[in-house]
């Protein structure tokens, strides 16, 4: 009875104490490439050489982190970014609620589409994969598998890597009975591989696959049972690996890679437990790894007591008294702090005010980091219920 009651004493306390950013899954991640063109971040910030040249192309400098650290570097740079909209003579945008939403997934997603492959290293990895043991591909290879020359399309690389994965079982089982090891892929050898099979291939028709919905991949993750083994809240333990826990630093076709670097493994336990091996079809493989890429975007909870600290320490406290009293307003009672991106987007709006109090004051911008970011949110969140 004792070990019970102080089981869920330490529950109740550690709620109370802990918040954690609830993670809003985009449908269209890229739809906050509009709100980077149409609020001015393009003449800055370049995507791929177009745009900018002031700041970091982030398509190339890619970011990594969760929202909330991202909301951490976005606040701290405000003070160049201000200056430079001042040298430039720009309008300093402002954001509503959803389209902060929008381009905060948009940033984090750009590292998930990965670069194009190379061909020449493709051509290597065919054979040094072992694909060529029962691949056909420019009248070289085996027998055993279709000829990648005379495909009816030429694919994309998650095209490619959906294939090879619903076809993990039989794949193995043959590759078993003719002692041949399973292929691991790493970085961007699946993409090099396509690029090489693409080039190669008679077919003049392209099979593309959209980037990626993780909402609708969180549904087909629960609908393939993947949740069976996987855990993807925070504290949740299961057979496999919590999926939240992973630091997926990764394009989808890196992703896609790791998945089937662990699909032995997982066969078996399948087996073993009678379990259906899952089949993925059109879209279907995309939409689950997008979902799972964005499980990274979630922040561990923070401590709304420590917040409470890093609230009076970095002097917010000193403009948003309660009561309505200080020069900012009463951040206690708003109503318009009950999410990671409403406390974002009001910190970026509200930005060039307190900019220009604090230089009448002579104060100093307030930087924040991931910690500090965490833990304020909690309170923030705590004290708008």
Known sequence: ???????????????????????????????????????????????????????PDLSRQKYY??????????WNHIPSMNRKFRELKMERPQFSESEMLDLVDFIYFLRFLGEPGSVANGQKLLSAKGCKSCHKIAGKGGSLAPDFTVLNKYSSPMYLAQALWNHGPLMQKKLAELKITVPQFSGKEISDITAYIRQATLSSAEFRLSPGNPSKGKFIFQQKSCGKCHGVTFGEEKMGPNL???????????????????SPRMIKYMKDNSISYPIFKENEMVDVISYIYFLGFEDKPGNRRFGENVYIE??????????????GPDLSSSSHLKSGVQI????????????????????????LTLDEMSNLYAYLKSKNK
């Open 314 to 327: 970095k002097g917010c406290s000193s403009c948003h008294e309660s009561g309505g009293k200080g020069v």
């Open 344 to 367: 974002l987007q009001r910190m970026w709006n509200h930005a060039s005010k307190m900019e220009d109090l604090l230089l009448i004051q002579n104060d100093e911008w307030p930087t």
């Open 1 to 55: 009875m004792k070990t019970a009651l102080k089981t869920f004493l330490v529950i109740i306390i550690t709620s109370s104490l802990f918040q954690a950013q609830e993670l809003k899954l985009p449908s269209n991640p890229l739809k906050g490439r509009i709100v980077f063109e149409e609020k001015g971040c393009i003449v800055c910030h370049s995507l791929n050489g177009y745009g900018g040249k002031i700041g």
């Open 65 to 74: 982190g969760s929202f909330l650290q991202l909301g951490s570097v976005i």
């Open 244 to 262: 939240s826990k992973l630091n997926l630093n990764s394009s989808v076709t890196e992703i896609a890679g790791q998945m089937w670097n662990h």
